[in-house]
């Protein structure tokens, strides 16, 4: 049994808002270069649907395809979350599954039996946190072969 959990939408929103930011520079540039040379004013035109199109898909992908965290039967792999710390381990290398709050940011870490971790912050998951955190230690349960007393 798998389980995937998207990126938050206030987090899939934020980097939406770069990657306006980004593209808006772009368009600038594109501005600037067709003024500048005297280009034809179609560059611009494609420039800006292309940077619009961007907008679109990137969007769709953020909010509905890319997941911040899978759970499968073998182990976990986390993506997108920069410090997370080890990307993928299998369940039966995570020693237990902790809750802290690193610079006051709340999240569970999976610390492995190596001595590295694992920090997936609960609010780049978009799921509640009572529901995030009981998929991911029964996802460990059975991963380590326990069996519910």
Known sequence: MSS??????????????????????????VTLLVALLGGPPVVLLVAAAL????????????????????????GYRVRLVRGAGVKAARWQDVEDAVAASPHGVDCVVLRLRDGRTTSIPVDAVDATR???????????RRGQGLRPL
Do not use: I, Q, S, T
């Open 4 to 29: 995937g959990y998207r990126l938050a939408p206030a987090l899939a929103a934020r980097l939406l808002g770069l990657l306006l930011v980004v593209l808006a520079l772009v368009v600038l540039v």
């Open 51 to 74: 940077a619009l199109a961007a907008v679109f898909v990137l969007g769709h992908l953020l909010r509905n395809r890319v997941k911040v965290m899978e759970l499968d039967d073998d």
């Open 130 to 140: 009572e529901d995030f955190v009981a998929d991911l230690r029964e996802h460990l």
